[in-house]
């Protein structure tokens, strides 16, 4: 004789099953977020590749850039980002888009800001809002926003090509 499931075995299964998808969709989606901040830290280094391009092309001066843009016509004319660095970049827009970024990218063509305060310095002279500080502690290129969850959720390109989501520099009296 063949024999059923109970009412009571059906809803244990299912319970079981909840108590597992609640405790795997956090894991997953932490998981997700820590593989996004790795890409983005991976885009961020090859931006800071192309950034090391143009100023071999331009007798070590970085680029005269603003800061960033909120949508595609807000800056028309203005040099951006993702516009002057393109060909730098291999003429892929997309290298211009962290993977956690939802809205930006899509909405001004750029997921990162330039440091619009080294623009048009030589990089063998730069200066920090007017201070001669190490070039491991001058971000170059940030995350538009904390794209990557925590409190330290934003990625950082310092100007010794190291990407990081460590502050590295402050601005205060000593």
Same mark, same amino acid.
């Given at each position: 004789?063949?024999?059923?499931?109970?009412?009571?075995?059906?809803?244990?299964?299912?319970?079981?099953?909840?108590?597992? @998808?609640?405790?795997? &969709?956090? +894991? !997953?989606?932490?998981?997700? #977020?820590?593989?996004?901040?790795?890409?983005? %830290?991976?885009?961020?280094?090859?931006?800071?590749?192309?950034?090391?391009?143009?100023?071999?092309?331009?007798?070590? @001066?970085?680029?005269? &850039?603003? +800061? !960033?843009?909120?949508?595609? #016509?807000?800056?028309?004319?203005?040099?951006? %980002?993702?516009?002057?660095?393109?060909?730098?970049?291999?003429?892929?827009?997309?290298?211009?888009?962290?993977?956690?970024?939802?809205?930006?990218?899509?909405?001004?063509?750029?997921?990162?800001?330039?440091?619009?305060?080294?623009?048009?310095?030589?990089?063998?002279?730069?200066?920090?809002?007017?201070?001669?500080?190490?070039?491991?502690?001058?971000?170059?290129?940030?995350?538009?926003?904390?794209?990557?969850?925590?409190?330290?959720?934003?990625?950082?390109?310092?100007?010794?090509?190291?990407?990081?989501?460590?502050?590295?520099?402050?601005?205060?009296?000593?």
């Amino acid at each position: 004789m063949k024999r059923g499931y109970t009412l009571t075995e059906i809803l244990v299964a299912v319970a079981i099953i909840g108590v597992l @998808t609640a405790i795997a &969709l956090p +894991i !997953g989606k932490s998981v997700t #977020r820590g593989a996004n901040q790795a890409a983005c %830290l991976q885009k961020l280094r090859s931006l800071g590749a192309a950034v090391e391009g143009y100023t071999n092309d331009h007798n070590g @001066t970085y680029p005269d &850039l603003v +800061i !960033g843009r909120e949508n595609r #016509r807000s800056s028309e004319g203005e040099p951006v %980002l993702e516009e002057v660095l393109l060909e730098y970049a291999g003429g892929d827009p997309e290298a211009f888009q962290c993977p956690a970024d939802k809205e930006h990218f899509r909405k001004s063509g750029s997921s990162y800001f330039w440091n619009h305060q080294l623009s048009g310095q030589l990089k063998t002279q730069v200066t920090l809002l007017g201070m001669k500080v190490g070039m491991e502690n001058i971000p170059l290129i940030t995350d538009k926003e904390s794209f990557h969850g925590d409190h330290q959720g934003t990625n950082f390109l310092y100007a010794d090509q190291t990407a990081s989501r460590k502050v590295k520099f402050e601005v205060g009296s000593r």
